[in-house]
């Protein structure tokens, strides 16, 4: 498993920064070992050995299962890169995945998790969404790609924040807070060096990145997040069923669902994640975050009355005669 | 290897198992019957069937389903209707039998 190489994938609206963002974190001797898949080159040019360009095709599978919406041409360039490197032809131990500014990143994650051929040399990193001070608010007002692109991200950058306003700086940073409570944020001027642990540290760093503060319970008019808590271990089979329901009925309004999970029969903490309808391989954690071993999962949902899928929740998953899942606020 | 990283060889995040499973055969019998559960306010029915499952109409119309991936669009396909974890009917329903 250690041998699958991360993938990182840094999104966010046009303009947004995100080509500065990656070339000022490809300057990072950590990310210097690191393949550049990047959708258009723009203006900003990415001084980097291994940059290589990918076209827009989104595929969906004969096998009609939505989850296996993936970008032919990103498989084909992952395919590519590991095979010349398998050769010797190049070296390189991450790849970074720059998205078009208009994409849903979700076929990206849906390559990677979902392609029989991928998923075995390859696994999600980061996710790095770029937000511009100036412009986020507005973005994510008019465009639904970007609310979709805030709420799958792992760690969001606030970009520009040196020409705008501190105030509206800080209002919309709370506004991604109560949107996406899983994401760690940072704002970011034009001459802090980003930190490279922000690519680097996916997967890697404490189990607090599975606990998220309490979710705001009404974040304006975005999606919302709302949290999924059950005191009892999880019957394996009874929540994979549920939630594969679950994600076939909403999976475009189930923005984002990150948490850990207590299974029985599993000694430690299990770590589930997953966008829309795309959900990755569960991970072992070695701790509970912060000591407390029950199931705790955030949702990032539109459209969707949290209560109902807290009721379905315990129909589904909780067991008559215990409290198995017990609903939360 | 802990049978929950199966899910690493299989197609479905949801394939792998509990380290407290039977055999395989026993493990998908016990996974059609927790499906089973959720599946009869549809009219349709699970077996296990050699490695895989077989998912039933009351009208006899059947298909071949891997697992808990593509079992939902095929109950879909089969019932003529919408699978809704969050449908009051469903939950009622579910809720009753617990």
């Known amino acids: 498993m250690s041998a699958r190489l991360p993938v990182d994938v840094i999104t966010g609206f046009l303009g947004a920064g995100k080509t500065t963002l990656l070339r000022r974190l490809l300057a990072r001797p950590e990310l210097a070992g690191a393949a550049v898949l990047v959708n258009e080159f723009g203006e900003i040019g990415l001084d980097h050995l291994l940059l290589e360009r990918i076209d827009g095709d989104v595929v969906l599978l004969k096998s009609g299962c939505v989850c296996c919406t993936v970008r032919g041409d990103l498989k084909a360039a992952l395919e590519a890169l590991l095979g010349r490197r398998a050769r010797g032809e190049i070296a390189f131990d991450r790849v970074a995945i720059e998205t078009t500014g208009l994409a849903d990143p979700t076929p990206v994650f849906a390559t990677i998790a979902a392609d029989a051929a991928l998923k075995h040399r390859l696994r999600m990193g980061a996710v790095v969404c770029v937000v511009d001070a100036l412009n986020g608010a507005a973005t994510l007002d008019a465009h639904d790609v970007s609310l979709r692109q805030a709420a799958a991200a792992d760690r969001i950058v606030v970009s520009k924040t040196d020409l705008a306003p501190p105030e509206a700086c800080s209002a919309l940073a709370a506004r991604l807070r109560a949107l ?142 215990t409290n198995a899942a017990a609903a939360s606020a | 290897m802990c049978g929950l990283c199966g899910s690493f060889a299989h197609g479905h995040w949801s394939d792998g198992v509990a380290s407290n499973a039977q055999t395989p055969t026993a493990e998908r019998a016990r996974r059609a019957a927790v499906a089973n559960a959720a599946l009869a306010p549809f009219g349709l029915t699970l077996k296990s069937w050699g490695g895989r499952y077989v998912l039933s109409s009351r009208t006899g119309k059947a298909a071949v389903v891997e697992g808990f991936g593509d079992l939902w669009p095929a109950a879909e396909k089969l019932g003529g209707r919408s699978c809704d974890p969050l449908d009051a009917t469903v939950l009622a329903r579910l809720e009753l039998g617990a």
Do not use: C, Y
Request: charged content about 25%; cysteine-free; glycine content about 10%.
């Open chain 1, 180 to 321: 996406n409570p899983v994401a760690e944020l940072l704002l970011l001027d034009a001459e802090t060096p980003p930190p490279a642990l922000w690519l680097t540290g996916a997967g890697e760093g404490p189990p607090s990145r599975w606990r998220a503060d309490t979710p705001a319970a009404e974040p304006g008019h975005d999606a919302r997040a709302f949290l999924l808590e059950a005191e009892a271990p999880l019957d394996w089979a009874r929540f994979g069923l549920w939630l594969s329901m679950l994600l076939n009925a909403h999976g475009d309004d189930i923005l984002r669902l990150k948490g850990v999970v207590a299974i029985e029969g599993v000694a430690g903490p299990v770590a589930i994640q997953g966008v829309q309808r795309v959900v990755h391989a569960p991970e072992h954690l070695e701790a509970w975050p912060d000591g407390d071993a029950r199931t705790r999962l955030v949702v990032i949902a539109r459209t969707i009355d949290p209560e109902r899928v807290r009721r379905s929740f315990r129909a589904f998953v909780g067991r008559a005669g």
